[in-house]
């Protein structure tokens, strides 16, 4: 009995040192914890550098022309004086059009093209301007524009949205209203959906065109990769004046290409009569095109440059440009998947 008592408590013993031993911490190479927190520690920063928005000094940007006449060098003489072309606006508007891309949106485009959704209703707080049109305080003219209510509002619009403005959609745009996040424009706002045309959430601007007011440049820049950019042309160009009561300055902004005419025929001012045409023209916000030369005929052939290119504004809101890079444009920049922005 002895005997067997002792067996037992042997076996007992032993039972329970291979389970304590079984539940002992495994001990971790330290080498090997070293890697792992680093790995970690890479991973976190990638995380965080995914996230950082995009800044100009982030923008790579570099001349790879697609189109190569009447090309104008970074910095040119003009007169007495010199022009260029402001690249590090540039880069900074690049890197805006990275960031709002980074976050998957419904994009829209405000449209009322002559006033085809309808005149907008008057703005709590409007002005006649010098061409005798209702403007909001902002400057935006009714004419064209769609009415932007604070969200819940229904009385009167706050301020108008230029045609062509771009904006995220964040309501259906099946409701007789519709909530949009502005890209072209500050803030969100409501308006009713027949102002507004939805292009989806699977569109990308990938090419933009840059309009210099000031310098009477027009620059075209096409996205290769992360905030990789190439430039596809630098050219002269010619903007819109301010005379009222009929020429326009060339609005400052985010527009889309909205529309394509491979002959868009204009008035001669104050009638009804055609005066000529201006080929290859490429529609971004209310009647402003960039196009080429205009004629004085509308059986006239195309007339490929003028020596008013690049010199001072004197256009109807639109932005002239040699024949042939206009062509180059109207080919290049596709409707409703890529941008003009007008800077000063």
């Not at 062509?327 to 003009?340: C, M, S």
Request: contains cysteine; charged residues 25%; glycine residues 4%.
């Amino acid at each position: 009995m002895r005997v067997y008592f002792t067996l037992s408590l042997l076996f007992i013993c032993a039972a329970t040192w291979s389970c304590n031993r079984g539940h002992q911490p495994q001990r971790i190479d330290p080498v090997e914890q070293r890697r792992a927190d680093s790995l970690e520690m890479v991973r976190k920063a990638e995380e965080e550098e995914r996230k950082r928005p995009r800044t100009a000094d982030d923008i790579k940007l570099s001349k790879e022309l697609t189109y190569d006449k009447h090309t104008l060098e970074e910095t040119y003489p003009y007169k007495d004086t010199t022009r260029h072309f402001q690249l590090d606006k540039i880069r900074e508007k690049l890197a805006f059009v990275e960031n709002f891309q980074r976050t998957p949106a419904s994009y829209a485009v405000l449209q009322n093209r002559k006033n085809k959704n309808r005149e907008a209703p008057l703005v709590k707080n409007y002005h006649r301007n010098e061409y005798k049109l209702i403007s909001d305080s902002l400057g935006t003219e009714r004419y064209q524009a769609a009415p932007l209510y604070v969200v819940g509002e229904t009385e009167a619009p706050t301020i108008y949205g230029r045609d062509g403005a771009l904006a995220k959609l964040l309501t259906s745009d099946t409701l007789d209203r519709v909530k949009l996040e502005g890209v072209s424009f500050e803030g969100t706002w409501e308006t009713p959906s027949r102002y507004v045309k939805t292009i989806g959430d699977s569109v990308t601007f990938h090419r933009v065109a840059f309009v210099d007011v000031t310098n009477q440049n027009i620059l075209t820049t096409e996205r290769t990769g992360d905030c990789q950019w190439v430039i596809r042309s630098m050219n002269p160009a010619t903007s819109g004046v301010h005379k009222p009561p009929y020429a326009h300055e060339t609005p400052l902004g985010i527009f889309v290409v909205q529309e394509k005419k491979a002959k868009m025929f204009y008035l001669k001012d104050g009638t009804n009569t055609i005066h000529g045409y201006a080929p290859y023209a490429s529609r971004f916000t209310n009647g402003a095109y960039i196009h080429g030369v205009p004629t004085q005929s509308v059986n006239a052939p195309i007339i490929e440059h003028s020596w008013s290119l690049g010199t001072t504004p004197r256009s109807h809101m639109c932005v002239r440009n040699a024949s042939s890079h206009a062509k180059f444009v109207y080919d290049w920049a596709e409707t409703f998947n890529a941008l003009v922005i007008v800077i000063e």
